[in-house]
Nanobody, 124 residues
Framework: QLVESGGGLVQPGGSLRLSCAAS????????IAWFRQAPGKEREGVAC????????AYGDSMRDRFSISMDNAKNSVDLQMKNLNSEDTAVYYC???????????????????WGQGTQVTVST
């Protein structure tokens, strides 16, 4: 089960930390990712992390402002976002798939478990 939290309204230039409670998916046998979907746009990959190696990957232009991390003790995966702008407004989803692969990929079709999403709105 994947449950996102931490979304909300933030001013441009602000920061926000999203958390995904990922019971059953942390540890060696899963990759977990964050995706986002803005109104009228396709779902896009934000970041992913591999449980076995800690390998991470980021979507285009997101590495500088976003950081993904996994806490196996808490069974959670967090997404730290900084210097947010209006284009970051979207519903953010946590997703997971079970694999022993060492390299994670943020492709929608790979992930077969999804959370309900949390809304992030960047506005004055």
């Amino acid at each position: 089960q994947l449950v996102e939290s931490g979304g909300g309204l933030v001013q441009p230039g602000g920061s926000l930390r999203l958390s995904c409670a990922a019971s059953g998916f942390t540890g060696d046998y899963a990759h977990i990712a964050w995706f986002r979907q803005a109104p009228g746009k396709e779902r896009e990959g934000v970041a992913c992390i591999g449980g076995r190696t800690g390998d991470t990957a980021y979507g285009d232009s997101m590495r500088d402002r976003f950081s993904i991390s996994m806490d196996n003790a808490k069974n959670s995966v967090d997404l730290q976002m900084k210097n947010l702008n209006s284009e970051d407004t979207a519903v953010y989803y946590c997703a997971a798939h079970r694999t022993y692969g060492s390299t994670c990929h943020i492709e929608v079709w790979l992930y077969d478990h999804w959370g309900q999403g949390t809304q992030v709105t960047v506005s004055t």
